[in-house]
Each structure stands twice: as structure tokens, then as C-alpha cells.
């Protein structure tokens, strides 16, 4: 069964500080999808990014950058220059195609990440 | 463009009684699934509606029941409340119902039973 690690409970670093969260995954699929979400204080779950079990590329967006490496089942997300607008709980997630998506999403228990001024 | 809605915001219930949880899915979304949040924790998958039908279930138990409508709104109801049902509920949609969309959630619904 399919399975997300977020081994982080909860990161506190001072703004401007560079940040990464840990996500690591278990699935027996080939292929398969990754998600992380930002979840603020007022609850609702807002998406970053996807990436497919067949995309390694690292990807940058801004002040975010994610790495993927298959070899360590690792999915990771830092954020540059950290600002206070950034504390929220992070999930990592994971979707596989053997469900169809039926399945729904397998989430981590999330990262709580504070920002401090 | 109006995003994913969830009524009520808040509830409270007593152990034993019955509840019901809506859910409008982002406009042009088809598909909506269901999610329980405890305290501290991660969303935990509790079934998807697809073509006004449960496509499947995660691991809850039969008091946990769904409908989706013909204009792809939903509900989630959840019978012989626990206090263990306590939690956030969140409602997510997505265009197709693929492994790959991306899901939009909801504010979600506090749920607290005593």
C-alpha cells in the first residue's frame, strides 16, 4: 500500500532563512503522481505542484524549488528567503494510476512551518 | 469563477445523531471527493463520486455514506456519530476523475461531536 513520510513535525526558522521540507513516499506502482499543498490557518488546502513518476527534472518557481529523485523515493520542497506569508502545514501527497485516481490522494501528516519576523 | 463550497462551516453534534455535509465543486469540475482531517494530521481519503457514483472507498466504515447530484454538487453523511468523528471534512473537485488532476479543496466543514 502506498504511503507518505513527512518526518518533519514542525520547522521554526527566522525569515529570510532558506527552508526545505522532507517528503519521502512507498508505492509499488511505476507510475504515479506527487502532489504538495499549503494549508494556512483558514483551512483550505491551496495546490503547488504535481510531478510524474517519470519527470526527475527538478522544478523552480519563484522563491519555491522542488526535488525529485526517484533512487531515495524523496519528493522535497524548499523555499529561498523565507517570509512570515509562508507559515502554514505542508503535505506532501501521492496518487497512483493503478487506482484510476479512484483512490484518492495518500497524504503525509504534514510539516507545520513558522516564520518567524 | 467561483471555487469549491462547503456548508456549514462549523457543526456541532452529540454522539449517536446523523449528519449531513455539502459540497459544490468548482464550476466545470465533475468529480468530488470526500476527506477527513483530525487534529495534527493528514487528509485521509474517504471516497470519490464520479457520475453521481462511489467510485471507491477508502477505510471508513459503512456510517460514512455520499450522494452526488446530477449537477455534481454532493453530500456527505455520517451516521451514529462517534466522538471520534471529530474532525475537519474536506471537499475536493477536479475535472475527470484521473490519478493525475489536480484536486481543488474546500474550506471544509468542522465537525465536533460530544
Known amino acids: 500500500a502506498q504511503k507518505v513520510t513527512q518526518a518533519q513535525t514542525e520547522i521554526s526558522v527566522v525569515e529570510k532563512e532558506d527552508v526545505t521540507l522532507d517528503c519521502v513516499y512507498e508505492?509499488?506502482?511505476?507510475?504515479?503522481?506527487l502532489f504538495w499543498y499549503k494549508q494556512p490557518p483558514s483551512g483550505e488546502l491551496v495546490f503547488l505542484i504535481r510531478?510524474?513518476?517519470?519527470?526527475?527534472q527538478n522544478e523552480i518557481s519563484g522563491r519555491y524549488s522542488w526535488n525529485f529523485q526517484k533512487s531515495t523515493s524523496s519528493f522535497n520542497f524548499t523555499i529561498t528567503a523565507s517570509q512570515v506569508v509562508d507559515s502554514a502545514v505542508y503535505f506532501c501527497?501521492?496518487?497512483?494510476?493503478?487506482?484510476?485516481?479512484?483512490?484518492?490522494?495518500?497524504f503525509g501528516k504534514g510539516t507545520h512551518l513558522i516564520i518567524q519576523p | 469563477d467561483a471555487g469549491v463550497t462547503q456548508s456549514p462551516t462549523h457543526l456541532i453534534k452529540t454522539r449517536g445523531q446523523q449528519v449531513t455535509l455539502r459540497c459544490s465543486p468548482k464550476s466545470g469540475h465533475d468529480t468530488v471527493s470526500w476527506y477527513q482531517q483530525a487534529l495534527g494530521q493528514g487528509p485521509q481519503f474517504i471516497f470519490q463520486y464520479y457520475e453521481e457514483e462511489e467510485r471507491q472507498r477508502g477505510n471508513f466504515p459503512d456510517r460514512f455514506s455520499g450522494h452526488q447530484f446530477p449537477n455534481y454538487s454532493s453530500e456527505l453523511n455520517v451516521n451514529a456519530l462517534l466522538l471520534g468523528d471529530s474532525a475537519l471534512y474536506l471537499c475536493a473537485s477536479s475535472l475527470g476523475d484521473r490519478e493525475y488532476n489536480e484536486q481543488f479543496f474546500g474550506p471544509g466543514t468542522r465537525l465536533t461531536v460530544l
Open positions: 510531478r510524474n513518476s517519470f519527470d526527475e
Open positions: 501527497a501521492l496518487s497512483e494510476a493503478s487506482g484510476g485516481g479512484a483512490d484518492g490522494l495518500t
Open positions: 508505492t509499488r506502482d511505476t507510475t504515479y503522481y
